[in-house]
């Protein structure tokens, strides 16, 4: 696991920091940057994709509200490089479509691509399951034709347990090793 720096506060809001990226919890002033990938059909082609800046408020809304709930929800993503968000994502119990227990999820910017930041994202999110929040384990999707998102899920330690034909997406798990 690559080191992270846990717990840090960032004008108020705790963060993550990996080599690369600074995950920080969303803000109001985000949501345009995000929906510029988030409301992008191509962007999102494999995944849910938010008809308006009013829509992808909302969603980024409600995965806070879950965080107060569950301690944690997508990050917002930026890259050190150039302090531009380039990403959002993280753990979360999906609050749209509940039941799935924890997920791991990540949407990046079509301008972060093939960068590596999905498995470094994934990586330090591993590392907060395990070290900090203690799940026993944690699940993700990926529709067949996605190969880098399956390839980011498969690096980290997950495996298919089974295809959901209503979803078109494979399930994918990983058990967490409670230090």
Not at 73 to 87: E, H, L, R, V, Y
Not at 143 to 159: H, I, Q
Request: with cysteine.
């Amino acid at each position: 696991m690559e080191e992270t720096t846990f717990g840090k506060q960032l004008k108020g809001l705790a963060l993550i920091e990996t080599a690369r990226l600074i995950l920080r919890k969303p803000k109001l002033s985000d949501v345009p940057r995000l929906f510029e990938f988030l409301g992008d059909p191509v962007a999102m082609q494999f995944t849910h994709v938010d008809a308006s800046l009013k829509e992808c408020r909302q969603r980024i809304a409600m995965h806070e509200w879950q965080r107060r709930i569950d301690g944690y929800a997508p990050w917002t993503i930026i890259s050190k490089d150039n302090n531009q968000i380039i990403g959002w994502g993280g753990l979360y119990d999906d609050p749209f479509d509940p039941g799935w227990g924890v997920e791991l999820g990540y949407y990046f910017h079509p301008d972060a691509w093939g960068q590596g930041y999905g498995s470094e994202l994934a990586s330090a999110v591993l590392e907060e399951a395990d070290q900090k929040l203690k799940l026993p384990k944690v699940g993700a999707f990926a529709r067949p034709e996605n190969k880098a998102s399956r390839r980011v899920l498969e690096k980290a330690g997950f495996k298919v347990t089974r295809f959901v034909p209503e979803m078109e997406r494979f399930f994918f798990e990983r058990s967490i090793s409670i230090s």
